[in-house]
């Protein structure tokens, strides 16, 4: 089976799409078979990796509508392991003809969707959009575990109660099983002392909850860096773009994290 | 800030209340003594002192307080501060609706506050080497009560706003909401307990306030 994992934080631009991405890209240089779900109206993890809205006819919107299978809209990358199904703008009318509808299980429509193809995959990363609404909720509903990137800027930690509190409804509802897999500061700046006060906010409430290097125990940061803003306009993650550069090793070490379970 | 420095005070809250009333002191300013008889407290907790533990209060005018921060959050708000200062020493220290600053399920230390006219007196006991009984924990670090208050005085000179305060209060009231807490003398979880953006609670669509 495929382990699901949601890339999930409602505050907008705190580097989720480029935290799914480059996971997913990373995990599949470790030789592991990787669906990316770009469930984003948004679509930018399926732009980042260099497909245009005339690259594909179909895309998530048409599994969740009940349209076509979720096998019949995956795409395959340019990258060897790593497979996507695309988004596109048009997903933002799920809320209003499927959702508002007051359909049963509405908040699990992509975990049955998803069935189809767990086998498949060993991990399937979900990169879902910046709101706390319907497809958020069936992002988290359908995962095993939820990734939460914390951007290091001023109010970073904005919004994470209502975060942690929908975490925890589901967990007494629809999902009892979805865990926290950790938080993952991003954009982080050495010059700057209000990233070092972010970072430290977090170690004191979430100290258990970060990744690490599993040598050194060290925590693991994306640093903010410039070859990781660059890499969605070649449509290449980081790991391709700019391997070696310090986002790249960042990520890389994050899917290690991941595969020994740390 | 100045800081008046007793060896015994019956409390240093009452002795600041009182001397801000008379216009005999004007904020800021800080007393802090290293024994009180009669303790600042809520409830009926007296916060009886014991030499080596800290008890300070400290009075700022209304008006250089947070322009976002409401009268009835500030106990909260300055309790807060206290407790991320107090996790430079350990890790395990948390905060409990409203106030309360806790070590395994031992309170060890809150905050009070009163308005004095145009000021704000705040009152903060914390135990540091010793509980003044078996109900209270107490920070166990070998630190100097002045030291604190010096290195406390610091962090309200950056004067965080409310908002800064309050997401992390919002964490970590999420975390400890499966505690209880004593509201008019009787226990109730938070478990299903709403915080409004002011530290204020609602439970079972009854809204409380901070009462102190
Ligand atoms: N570590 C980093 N260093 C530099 N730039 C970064 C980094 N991480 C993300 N960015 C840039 O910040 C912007 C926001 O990142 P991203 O799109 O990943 O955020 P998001 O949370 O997915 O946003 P949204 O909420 O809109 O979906 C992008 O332009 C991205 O390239
Ligand atoms: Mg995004």
């Known amino acids: ?262 | 800030m100045e800081i008046l420095s007793f060896d015994s005070l019956e409390s240093t809250q009452n002795y600041l209340i009182d001397a801000v009333t008379k216009g005999e002191l004007k904020p800021p300013i800080a007393v802090i003594a290293k024994e009180q008889s009669s303790g600042v407290g809520s409830r009926d907790n007296e916060w009886i002192g014991v030499v080596g533990n800290l008890f300070f209060s400290f009075a700022l005018a209304l008006e250089t307080l947070p322009k976002d921060l409401k009268i009835e959050s500030a106990s909260l708000y300055f309790s807060f501060i206290m407790k991320e200062l107090l996790s430079r020493y350990r890790d395990d220290i948390y905060m409990k609706w409203p106030n309360d600053i806790y070590i395994h399920n031992q309170k060890i230390g809150g905050t009070i506050t009163k308005k004095i006219e145009k000021n704000l007196i705040c009152g903060i006991g914390i135990n540091i080497i010793k509980s003044p009984n078996s109900t209270y924990g107490c920070l166990e670090v070998a630190i100097d009560p002045l030291n604190i208050l010096q290195e406390y005085i610091k962090e309200l000179k950056k004067m965080p706003s409310w908002k800064q305060i309050f997401i992390k209060y919002q964490i970590e009231f999420e975390k400890y909401k499966n505690s209880y807490v004593h509201i008019n003398n009787y226990q109730k979880s938070l478990s299903s307990a709403q915080l409004c953006e002011d530290g204020s609670i609602i439970i079972n669509k009854k809204r409380m306030y901070s009462l102190r």
Do not use: W
Request: charged share 20%; net charge positive; aromatic share 6%.
């Open chain 1, 1 to 262: 089976m495929s382990e699901i994992i949601c890339i999930a934080n409602q505050k907008g631009g705190v580097g989720k799409t480029t935290t799914a991405v480059n996971l997913s890209a990373s995990l599949a240089g470790n030789n592991k078979k990787v669906l990316l779900v770009d469930i984003d109206p948004q679509s930018n993890a399926t732009t980042s990796l260099g497909f245009s809205r005339s690259d594909y006819e179909f895309n998530i919107y048409h599994t969740l509508i009940g349209s076509k299978k979720i096998s019949e809209v995956i795409l395959k990358t340019s990258i060897k392991n790593l497979d996507l199904a695309p988004s596109n703008i048009g997903l933002v009318g799920i809320e209003k003809e499927y959702y508002n509808a007051g359909k049963k299980d509405r908040e699990l429509i992509l975990k049955e969707k998803i069935k189809d193809i767990a086998g498949e995959y060993d991990y399937i990363i979900i990169d879902s959009p910046p709101a706390l609404g319907p497809i958020t909720i069936n992002a988290l509903s359908a995962s095993d575990s939820v990734i939460i990137p914390i951007q290091c800027e001023f109010f970073a930690l904005e919004g994470l109660a209502q975060l942690l509190n929908t975490v925890s409804l589901l967990k007494k509802t629809i999902n009892p099983t979805l865990k926290i897999r950790g938080f993952l500061p991003t954009m982080f700046s050495t010059q700057n002392n209000l990233s070092k006060q972010v970072l430290s906010d977090l170690t004191h409430h979430f100290k258990d909850q970060l990744f690490r290097i599993k040598k050194n125990k060290e925590c693991i940061v994306v640093p903010r860096n410039v070859r990781i803003a660059e890499s969605p306009s070649f449509g290449q993650p980081v790991t391709e773009y700019a391997s070696g550069s310090k986002g790249s090793i960042a990520y890389e070490n994050l899917a290690k994290a991941i595969i020994v379970g740390a």
